[in-house]
């Protein structure tokens, strides 16, 4: 499947390469598989006929909030960035906001609804819609079979997902569950080394690794919000490789290559091939926040990797 191995592009650098560079960068690097945040026109224009497969961020609260206002903002919004592109850029699914806050989250269901409505109307209906979520909407994470939606509005959500048949977007990083609690999680836990395993007595299974523990938290979660069959496509992974806690190359290093060579065989709730998004491919100089938001690009501005790493083909 393309995109088993995505790396989401962020633009939030005032030295990166032009669009053009970048696309060709993912084709030389064997990435099948983008996220941008917003339509961003020039990665639009750049991505066409790549035969990269592509997350398309509608952008921020402002832009969920003009689609959850008016089902024309929506028909608008699907002439201006998908019929624009489509089907010479290959727009998988569309992200209806990405870690929106809980005061917003009201947004994020109408806007899905009246964006489902304009892709069907324009015959697009085979671009899923969705909106990419932060784990901790997840609570009782601990063992995984407990998971479960810590909101009202993701069981809404959830089972609209389970109605259109699109997946759950989901941003997953052991990085910050490590650092926050590097007392009772190892970092080879973390980080897909071998030398710890949990067993969760609530469904039998044996977890080797932090990442597939939380994203069957996920799954766990969708069960019980009665929307069992909607997949995870995980939106976001990464480590970052310097400005904190347990953030090196190598720790990065370690993390990224095992993520990517990980799921391809999926979770033990749900193995087979979990689409997965590795954030992010460049270190972007202009992010705010803690010192490690800059540092995990998987290359530098200039293009030259920041460490070795391998996708498949």
């Known amino acids: ?21 970048v696309v060709q960068l993912y084709k030389s690097r064997n990435i099948h598989a983008m996220r941008i945040y917003y339509p961003d026109q020039e990665a ?5 006929g790549s035969a990269i497969g592509l997350i398309l961020d509608v952008g ?4 969920v ?3 959850a206002n008016t089902p024309a903002a929506a028909a608008a919004w699907v002439q201006a960035n998908v019929q624009a592109y489509y089907p010479h ?4 699914y569309i992200a209806v906001g990405n870690e929106v806050p809980a005061g917003d989250a009201g947004l994020i269901l109408p806007a899905m609804r009246n964006l489902n409505g304009a892709l069907a ?14 784990f901790d909407v997840i609570t009782n994470s601990y063992p995984p079979s407990n998971g479960v939606f810590a909101q009202s509005y993701m069981t809404d959500i959830a089972r609209y997902l389970a109605s259109i048949g699109a997946p759950l977007l ?12 590097p007392r009772d999680i190892k970092l080879n836990y973390a980080t897909f080394q071998p030398g710890t395993t949990v067993r969760d007595d609530g469904n039998g299974l044996t977890y080797t690794n932090l990442f597939d523990a939380m994203v069957d938290a996920i799954y766990a979660a969708l069960e019980k919000a009665g929307a069992p069959n909607v997949r995870i496509v995980v939106s ?12 090196s190359v190598d720790n990065a290093r370690t993390y990224n290559q095992g993520l990517i060579d990980h799921v391809r065989q999926g979770t033990p709730k749900r193995p087979g091939v979990l689409e997965t998004y590795v954030f992010a491919m460049f270190n972007e100089n202009q992010k705010t926040g803690d010192p490690t938001e800059r540092n995990f690009g998987l290359f530098y501005p200039d293009k030259s990797p920041v460490y070795p790493i391998t996708f498949p083909n």
């Open 170 to 181: 989901a941003n997953v990083y052991p990085y910050f569950a490590y650092r926050d609690n």
């Open 89 to 92: 850029v290959l727009i998988r």
């Open 60 to 63: 921020g609260v402002d832009a």
């Open 44 to 48: 639009l224009a750049a991505l066409r």
């Open 236 to 247: 976001e992974s990464g480590w970052p490789s310097a400005g904190g806690f347990a953030a």
């Open 121 to 134: 109307a324009a015959g697009f209906g085979s671009i899923k819609v969705s909106t990419s979520v932060r």
């Open 65 to 67: 909030r003009d689609l």
């Open 1 to 21: 499947m393309g995109g088993v191995h995505g790396v989401c592009y962020g633009v939030l650098g005032d030295n990166l390469p032009s669009r053009p560079e």
